[in-house]
Nanobody, 122 residues
Framework: QVQLVESGGGLVQAGGSLRLSCAAS??????????MGWFRQAPGKERETVVR????????YVADSVKGRFIASRDNAKNLAYLQMNSLKHEDSAVYYC?????????????WGQGTQVTVSS
């Protein structure tokens, strides 16, 4: 059974940093078939794509709102994915999700984590 678990969220002051992790079980994140992405959803807002990585691990999309501040990466040995978030702003507050394995619809993913809360105090 495939499971994605995010961690690393929390409360941080504006200007601070957090690193989110996405741990996968039953799935190899670095498998050449597995695209993945990071998403976020704030209360009352639609889910927003933060970063997308292709099956090869190349970053194919970064939201304008996080360019230059957020960096996505993967640890092949540990089967982990990371989202390094720097210079955090109040508007970055949201539940952050990782997702993996491209789904049948363009831009969709098969597996999703439960999310981790990021709160940035202004």
């Amino acid at each position: 059974q495939v499971q994605l678990v995010e961690s690393g969220g929390g409360l941080v002051q504006a200007g601070g940093s957090l690193r989110l992790s996405c741990a996968a079980s039953g799935l190899t994140l670095t498998c050449s078939r597995n695209a993945m992405g990071w998403f976020r959803q704030a209360p009352g807002k639609e889910r927003e794509t933060v970063v997308r990585l292709s099956r090869s691990g190349a970053i194919t999309y970064v939201a304008d709102s996080v360019k230059g501040r957020f960096i996505a990466s993967r640890d092949n040995a540990k089967n982990l994915a990371y989202l390094q978030m720097n210079s955090l702003k109040h508007e970055d507050s949201a539940v952050y999700y990782c997702a993996a394995v491209a789904g049948p619809a363009p831009g969709s993913y098969v597996y999703w984590g439960q999310g981790t809360q990021v709160t940035v105090s202004s």
